[in-house]
Nanobody
Framework: QVQVVESGGGLVRPGDSLRLSCAVS????????MAWFRQTPEKEREFVAAFNWGVDRYGPSVKGRFTISRGDAINTVHLQMNSLRPEDTAVYYC?????????????????WGQGTQVTVSS
Protein backbone atom coordinates (compact mmCIF):
# COMPACT_ATOMS: atom_id res chain seq x y z
CA GLN A 1 0.00 0.00 0.00
CA VAL A 2 1.38 3.40 -1.02
CA GLN A 3 1.25 6.19 1.54
CA VAL A 4 1.92 9.87 0.91
CA VAL A 5 2.57 12.11 3.90
CA GLU A 6 3.03 15.89 3.83
CA SER A 7 4.35 18.08 6.62
CA GLY A 8 5.37 21.65 7.27
CA GLY A 9 2.25 23.76 6.83
CA GLY A 10 1.32 26.61 9.12
CA LEU A 11 0.35 30.23 9.58
CA VAL A 12 2.79 32.85 8.32
CA ARG A 13 2.76 36.54 7.45
CA PRO A 14 2.99 37.97 3.91
CA GLY A 15 6.58 37.96 2.73
CA ASP A 16 7.57 35.06 4.98
CA SER A 17 8.92 31.69 3.90
CA LEU A 18 7.78 28.17 4.60
CA ARG A 19 9.07 24.73 3.65
CA LEU A 20 6.85 21.74 3.00
CA SER A 21 8.05 18.17 2.89
CA CYS A 22 6.58 15.01 1.43
CA ALA A 23 7.52 11.36 1.74
CA VAL A 24 6.12 8.40 -0.16
CA SER A 25 6.32 4.89 1.21
CA UNK A 26 5.00 1.76 -0.41
CA UNK A 27 6.22 -0.96 -2.72
CA UNK A 28 9.84 -1.81 -1.99
CA UNK A 29 12.19 -0.64 -4.69
CA UNK A 30 9.62 1.59 -6.39
CA UNK A 31 10.43 5.11 -7.40
CA UNK A 32 7.74 7.70 -7.88
CA UNK A 33 7.29 10.91 -9.77
CA MET A 34 6.13 13.47 -7.22
CA ALA A 35 4.36 16.82 -7.47
CA TRP A 36 2.72 19.53 -5.41
CA PHE A 37 -0.81 20.84 -5.90
CA ARG A 38 -2.94 23.20 -3.88
CA GLN A 39 -6.64 23.82 -3.43
CA THR A 40 -8.98 26.37 -1.90
CA PRO A 41 -12.76 26.05 -1.44
CA GLU A 42 -13.26 28.44 -4.35
CA LYS A 43 -10.92 26.81 -6.88
CA GLU A 44 -10.12 23.47 -8.42
CA ARG A 45 -6.94 21.72 -7.38
CA GLU A 46 -4.11 23.69 -8.96
CA PHE A 47 -0.69 22.53 -10.11
CA VAL A 48 2.16 24.07 -8.10
CA ALA A 49 5.42 22.25 -8.86
CA ALA A 50 6.92 19.00 -10.10
CA PHE A 51 9.99 17.46 -11.66
CA ASN A 52 9.53 16.50 -15.29
CA TRP A 53 12.38 14.25 -16.44
CA GLY A 54 14.86 16.07 -14.23
CA VAL A 55 13.62 19.58 -14.95
CA ASP A 56 11.66 21.45 -12.29
CA ARG A 57 8.34 22.90 -13.46
CA TYR A 58 6.09 25.44 -11.77
CA GLY A 59 2.63 26.87 -12.02
CA PRO A 60 2.64 30.46 -13.30
CA SER A 61 1.49 31.98 -10.02
CA VAL A 62 4.41 30.55 -8.02
CA LYS A 63 7.25 30.58 -10.53
CA GLY A 64 10.21 32.51 -9.18
CA ARG A 65 9.04 32.25 -5.57
CA PHE A 66 8.71 28.51 -4.96
CA THR A 67 11.37 25.83 -5.42
CA ILE A 68 10.89 22.08 -5.51
CA SER A 69 13.81 19.90 -4.49
CA ARG A 70 14.53 16.25 -3.85
CA GLY A 71 15.16 15.03 -0.35
CA ASP A 72 18.13 12.95 0.73
CA ALA A 73 15.94 9.88 1.04
CA ILE A 74 14.40 8.26 -2.00
CA ASN A 75 10.82 9.30 -2.75
CA THR A 76 10.99 12.51 -0.74
CA VAL A 77 10.57 16.05 -1.99
CA HIS A 78 10.45 19.51 -0.47
CA LEU A 79 8.74 22.71 -1.51
CA GLN A 80 10.48 25.90 -0.44
CA MET A 81 7.99 28.75 -0.56
CA ASN A 82 9.38 32.28 -0.40
CA SER A 83 7.74 35.70 -0.57
CA LEU A 84 4.43 34.21 0.43
CA ARG A 85 1.26 36.10 -0.38
CA PRO A 86 -2.27 35.89 1.02
CA GLU A 87 -3.38 34.31 -2.26
CA ASP A 88 -1.02 31.39 -1.56
CA THR A 89 -3.34 30.37 1.26
CA ALA A 90 -4.56 26.87 0.47
CA VAL A 91 -4.35 23.23 1.40
CA TYR A 92 -1.20 21.90 -0.22
CA TYR A 93 -1.21 18.32 -1.45
CA CYS A 94 1.64 16.06 -2.43
CA UNK A 95 0.93 13.65 -5.28
CA UNK A 96 2.82 10.63 -6.56
CA UNK A 97 2.64 8.22 -9.43
CA UNK A 98 4.78 5.60 -11.18
CA UNK A 99 4.60 7.49 -14.48
CA UNK A 100 2.23 10.46 -14.71
CA UNK A 101 1.23 11.15 -18.30
CA UNK A 102 1.14 14.90 -17.66
CA UNK A 103 3.11 16.29 -14.74
CA UNK A 104 0.79 19.29 -14.37
CA UNK A 105 -2.47 17.34 -14.40
CA UNK A 106 -4.02 16.22 -11.15
CA UNK A 107 -5.64 13.33 -13.02
CA UNK A 108 -2.17 11.88 -13.72
CA UNK A 109 -1.46 10.96 -10.14
CA UNK A 110 -2.83 7.93 -8.35
CA UNK A 111 -1.55 8.62 -4.86
CA TRP A 112 -2.27 11.65 -2.69
CA GLY A 113 -1.47 12.84 0.78
CA GLN A 114 -4.00 14.17 3.23
CA GLY A 115 -2.92 17.78 2.63
CA THR A 116 -1.33 20.41 4.83
CA GLN A 117 -2.81 23.84 5.44
CA VAL A 118 -0.81 26.93 4.57
CA THR A 119 -2.28 30.24 5.69
CA VAL A 120 -0.70 33.56 4.79
CA SER A 121 -2.21 36.42 6.73
CA SER A 122 -1.17 39.58 8.51
Amino acid sequence: QVQVVESGGGLVRPGDSLRLSCAVSGRAGSRYFMAWFRQTPEKEREFVAAFNWGVDRYGPSVKGRFTISRGDAINTVHLQMNSLRPEDTAVYYCAADDRPYAYYSRNSYDYWGQGTQVTVSS
